[in-house]
Nanobody, 117 residues
Framework: QVQLVESGGGLVQPGGSLRLSCAAS????????MGWYRQAPGKQRELVTT???????YYAESVKGRFTISRDNAKNTVYLQMNSLKPEDTAVYYC???????????WGQGTQVTVSS
């Protein structure tokens, strides 16, 4: 059993910053991939960014240069630093992990990020 707990969402003005955190706990020996997805109202869930234990790093074009993913393996925690936020970044953000390269993903409950003046 794996649990993911997200925190850090909220309301921020355009141009502002937020930092999301996601802590994994439970039956975890190691984590291969950690990432963030988001889902805006009326839209499909989309991949925002991922980081893997073998050095893989991916950012969606829409967030490159503004968002930074990082992970603390000792704490089984992944972070998402979001800068220069735009109204179109408004969504529910979900963290996801895979303990192996081809394993089933685990999901957090989601945290709301709203960018509005």
């Amino acid at each position: 059993q794996v649990q993911l707990v997200e925190s850090g969402g909220g309301l921020v003005q355009p141009g502002g910053s937020l930092r999301l955190s996601c802590a994994a706990s439970g039956s975890i020996f190691s984590i291969y991939a950690m990432g963030w997805y988001r889902q805006a109202p009326g839209k499909q869930r989309e991949l925002v960014t991922t980081i893997t234990s073998d050095g893989g790093l991916y950012y969606a074009e829409s967030v490159k240069g503004r968002f930074t993913i990082s992970r603390d393996n000792a704490k089984n925690t992944v972070y998402l630093q979001m800068n220069s936020l735009k109204p179109e970044d408004t969504a529910v953000y979900y963290c996801s992990i895979r303990t192996t390269k081809w394993g089933t993903p685990y999901w957090g409950q989601g945290t709301q990020v709203t960018v509005s003046s």
